[in-house]
């Protein structure tokens, strides 16, 4: 699903260079529940923005879902955001001036489906995360958890094959963070997704398949996660 | 149109701020409005006297210098002439003290419906005019303006002859400029029975039987006086009157520079509101396009915000303008005509429509370089620096 | 504790470019309204400043200004020799008889104007006493002589000293330049009175007198005895007061652009307010850290209004500035602005920015400041410390 060979980013920020990744080659099979762990600044976000098509390395290939990132076009990088990657990011960021049911609807206004259809695709998207009764209410309307189940059934509205998510743990208390990683689980078991989340929050591992360790901008070590020992939920 | 509702709910996002920055474009377009009424009025006046058969004949010194009322016998006579009529300047005033409110004249009635042929007056108010002594053709704007029909009986007191007459109003004249046309006849009896004579008349109008022989017939007209008491000068109706208020223009000068630094106005503020709803949205904007939103929709989605914004603020402008003309109109009026067609503040349809279009255009324009930069802006620096 | 001034001055300058914009939109209104304020405060001053307060004009009944009135030569005869009247070191009664006439003038640039002669006898400079003889001389009578106001001589062809004017069917030739220190004399030509009797066939000699009074308390009583006498239906104006009634044209003028200023300075309020919303919203965590350090709310309120007036009050610098080097440009580029009065003659107006013209564009933009900034200081005050903590 995802192959990234010698991936190197630098970054300038003023006068200095910042190696935000530094020749990273990584595979990831197809549904997989992964997640990226290391310190502040080790270059875990960056990766993630790599591998979802925001963002462009200074070198190495980038091969997602059989496409060859390297030489799309901005407009070409978009459209594949729009088919094959959903998003989840740390503080939601629903548009606060749309419902819930069209914040989920949002990315399908980027395909050819009629208005009815977008209707229907978000409302089953919204019951897959059990929302379907909060469905017009403003974000500010609900609880963080609440929130970040809404931006998790816009990732899944266009059918993408690929979730990310950057710390979507990072902004919610205990309980609703274990109901989150509980979520995107089930989207990889039950929806056949492949799921990459960057974070630093330990309650991940028990969840994921696969936990990628970096520091400053070099991977240092793959290990199996505890959904793939069997230490949560169903087994792998 | 499927992101419309977007547009709209992002308009809505700051409602204060939607509605000072619309309510602030509104002013400013009721305000280019007004102001380009008025050279309007001006051209307006100018158009509607394009009558290219109809010329001036008046003494060459000035209008106030009279010519022989012999002379208007001879104008007619002159072949491709088909009618004549002379015109003397009367000052009548409704009420003294308030000066003359309107340009009032005494006529010859005999020719008068072939040199005005083009009014398109109903024939009866023509014979009316010839049949009855203290007959009274009125402009239009004159009439609404003092609130006249036709059949009422008005009384007006010269500040140039000893003399109050009364009139009976018999038609209502479609011209542009206020007017008020009367027979001589009736002033020169009233003269008559004061002991004054009354030998004298301030302009001939003649209407030419042929565009091509207009050029010849003013200079045979003027040739013919030459060596006479009363040296003319001839023009055609267009000339006359853009000579008439050729000293209005400078003034016209200095309302368009005024227009356009309101119109400028209108830009700084529409520009400051889009780059001020978009900065505050980088984060959001950021998100749009990581789901896939390629740059141009979130492109012209901000310009059609902020064109949306600009036009829906510059039809409540037309309108404004529109409700407020009719109110300056009532002031104008009762101001007297020294500022002539300027305070005229005719509504416009053209001048309207085109203050929307103007609105729409420079809300487009200045959406157009904070959205191009939002637009641009790469996500992940977004999202590193923004979240 | 109110917060320093420069707390507000700073804060300005750390939102140049938002700060720039509120001041182009005031600063634009500014001159919007300072060239139409001057444009009538010029009209005003060189139509009233006309006349003398020591003088009576005399015109038949019924007549509006000179240029419609006309006056026997009895009258005047018999007139001037009324009690009352100020006479001249040689014992000659100061009366002015005058014939007004419009005839066509020639611009520079071609167009056609009606320019107001007067036709004057030996005692007009006297009665006028504003009006001097600035170049060359007075004419002489019945000599075809003209003396043309400083702006006549620059606007109309053949109107500079020494040259052949045409108007009237006739020439004149150009002897002295005549100066009222800016009132609209200076628009005028003047020749001999009977010469522009003869020239324009006028049955009657004058249009008018100017009378200059022996003691300005009779002046009434002057007044009404000319105009209650049966021999001539006659009336007497103070000669400032006949200024004042020709400059109404002006008074309309005045309350248009009256209107139309407040509809501008409402507009850019709005503008301003948009703008100090939007800094109150961007620092509502600096509002909330100057609060828990314990800074009032009518501190934060004060600071937030010093900001708004600050900046209307430099829009107003830079567009009163602006407007003074416009009326120089435009007056430099036309010429004067020609206003047909309401004898339908042309008075040159020279646009200028005088001090006065400023004060009303001045309060403009203070309560542009004032009430462009009081919504949202309020709000600015209104903010909870702990909120507006939690919202940073």
């Known amino acids: ?236 | 149109m499927k992101y419309l509702p977007l547009v709209w709910r992002n308009l809505g996002r700051n409602p204060l701020r939607s509605l000072l920055t619309a309510a602030a474009i509104a002013l400013a377009i009721a305000l280019v409005c007004i102001l380009r009424t008025m050279p309007a009025g001006l051209d307006a006046v100018l158009a509607s006297a394009a009558a290219n058969t109809r010329i001036s004949t008046h003494n060459e010194a000035g209008i106030v210098y009279s010519m022989p009322y012999a002379y208007l016998a001879k104008v007619r006579a002159v072949p491709g002439v088909v009618s004549a009529i002379s015109w003397n300047w009367f000052g009548g005033a409704i009420d003294v003290s308030k000066g003359v409110e309107f340009p009032n004249f005494a006529v010859d009635p005999d020719g008068f419906a072939e040199v005005y042929a083009d009014w398109g007056l109903d024939p009866k108010a023509f014979e009316d005019f010839r049949k009855y002594r203290d007959a009274a053709l009125v402009g239009h704007t004159t009439l609404e303006k003092h609130r006249w029909k036709v059949g009422d009986v008005i009384t007006l007191q010269s500040t140039v002859f000893p003399v109050t007459l009364s009139f009976r109003i018999v038609g209502s004249v479609p011209t542009a400029t206020p007017s008020f046309y009367f027979q001589r006849e009736y002033l020169a009896q009233a003269l008559a029975a004061s002991g004054a004579q009354f030998d004298s008349t301030g302009m001939i109008w003649s209407r030419i039987d042929d565009p091509e022989r207009v050029a010849p017939v003013m200079r045979q007209i003027d040739e013919m006086f030459h060596n006479s008491e009363a040296i003319t000068s001839t023009e055609t109706e267009k000339s006359f009157v853009g000579n008439f208020f050729s000293g209005l223009k400078q003034l016209v000068t200095i309302i368009q520079i005024v227009a356009a630094m309101v119109t400028l106005c209108i830009v700084f503020i529409a520009a400051n509101t889009a780059s001020m709803s978009i900065r505050e949205r980088v984060g959001e904007i950021a998100i749009l396009k990581a789901i896939g939103f390629r740059r141009q929709t979130i492109f012209s989605t901000l310009l059609a915000e902020a064109g949306l914004l600009a036009l829906v603020a510059g039809i409540a402008g037309a309108a404004t303008a529109g409700f407020l003309l009719k109110g300056l109109q009532l002031y104008a009026s009762s101001a007297g005509p020294q500022l002539g067609p300027l305070t005229a503040f005719a509504i416009s349809s053209a001048i309207l429509v085109e203050a929307i279009f103007v609105s729409f255009f420079i809300g487009i324009l200045s959406g157009w370089v904070p959205a191009l930069g939002a637009s641009r802006r790469s996500v992940a620096q977004t999202l590193r620096e923004v979240f | ?392």
């Not at chain 1, 963070?177 to 929806?191: M, Y």
């Not at chain 3, 620092?283 to 850290?289: F, N």
């Open chain 3, 1 to 392: 504790m109110a917060l320093p001034l420069s707390y507000s001055w700073r804060s300005l300058l750390a939102r140049g470019a938002r700060t720039a914009f509120t001041v182009a939109v005031i600063a634009l209104v500014v001159i919007a309204t300072t060239l139409f304020w001057s444009l009538i405060g010029s009209l005003k001053r060189t139509l009233v400043s006309s006349g003398s307060p020591h003088n009576l004009i005399v015109m038949r009944k019924g007549a509006t200004n000179d240029g419609s009135s006309q006056l026997s030569l009895d009258a005047y005869q018999t007139i001037r020799f009324f009690e009352g009247i100020a006479k001249d070191p040689a014992g000659n009664p100061l009366v002015s008889p005058e014939i007004v006439v419009q005839p066509f003038f020639h611009t520079t640039s071609g167009a056609r104007e009606n320019v107001l002669v007067r036709g004057v006898e030996g005692p007009a400079l006297l009665v006028h006493d504003e009006v001097t003889i600035s170049e060359g001389r007075m004419i002489h009578p019945s000599s075809g002589e003209a003396v043309v106001g400083r702006i006549v001589t620059k606007r109309y062809q053949g109107a500079a000293l020494g040259s052949e004017l045409h108007f009237g069917n006739a020439n004149w030739k150009v002897v002295g330049i005549l100066d009222s220190g800016g009132s609209s004399f200076e628009s005028e030509v003047w020749v001999d009175a009977r010469e522009l009797a003869n020239n324009a066939k006028r049955p009657f000699p004058y249009s008018g007198f100017r009378i200059r009074v022996a003691d300005d308390a009779d002046m009434d009583a002057l007044a009404r005895r000319i105009g209650d006498d049966p021999r001539w239906a006659l009336e007497a104006t103070r000669e400032i007061d006949y200024y004042k009634q020709l400059s109404s044209t002006a008074n309309t003028l005045y309350i248009i652009v009256a209107g139309l200023a407040v509809l501008a300075g409402i507009g850019a309020m709005f503008g301003a307010t948009n703008n100090m919303y939007a800094a109150v919203q961007a620092r509502t965590s600096e509002i909330g850290t100057l609060r828990a350090l314990g800074f009032s709310r009518g501190s934060i309120l004060g600071a937030f209004l010093a900001e708004s007036v600050m900046t209307a009050a430099f829009a107003f610098v830079i567009g009163a500035a602006i407007s003074w080097l416009l009326a120089i440009a435009i007056s430099t580029a036309m010429g004067g602005i020609g206003f047909a009065s309401q004898t339908f003659t042309t008075n040159v107006v020279v646009l200028r920015v005088a001090p006065q013209d400023l004060l009303m564009p001045l309060a403009l933009s203070l309560l542009i400041g004032v009430f462009g900034g009081l919504a949202p200081a309020a709000a600015a005050a209104r903010l909870r410390p702990v909120d507006a903590l939690r919202k940073a």
């Open chain 1, 1 to 236: 699903m995802i192959d990234l060979v010698n991936v190197s980013r630098l970054y300038h920020r003023g006068t200095d260079e910042i190696h935000a990744l530094e020749r990273v080659s990584l595979h990831v099979d197809r549904q997989r529940f992964v997640a990226l762990m290391g310190p502040s600044g080790s270059g875990k976000s960056t990766l993630l923005n790599v591998l979802a098509g925001l963002d462009r390395p200074n070198s190495g290939e980038v091969t997602v879902a059989g496409q060859r990132l390297n030489e799309m076009s901005e407009d070409q990088l978009a459209a594949f955001r729009a088919h094959t990657v959903g998003f989840v990011f740390q503080f939601f960021n629903l548009i606060p001036v749309l419902s819930a049911l069209e914040n989920v609807e949002l990315p399908l206004l980027l395909t050819n489906l009629s208005k009815a259809e977008r209707r229907q695709r978000a409302e089953t998207a919204l019951r897959v995360v059990g929302l379907s009764d909060r469905a017009d209410h403003r974000p500010r309307e609900l609880s963080g958890g609440e929130q970040q189940r809404v931006a998790i059934a816009r990732s899944i509205v266009t059918d993408a094959e690929l979730i990310v998510a950057d710390e979507p743990t990072g902004d919610l208390d205990a309980k609703n963070a274990e109901e989150i990683l509980s979520l995107l689980q089930t989207l990889r078991r039950d929806f056949g997704k492949t799921v990459v989340i960057v974070s630093h929050d330990p309650r991940a591992e028990k969840w994921v398949d696969e936990v990628i360790h970096l520091d400053k901008g070099v991977l240092l070590d793959k290990r199996p996660g505890g959904a793939a020992r069997g230490a949560a939920g169903a087994p792998g």
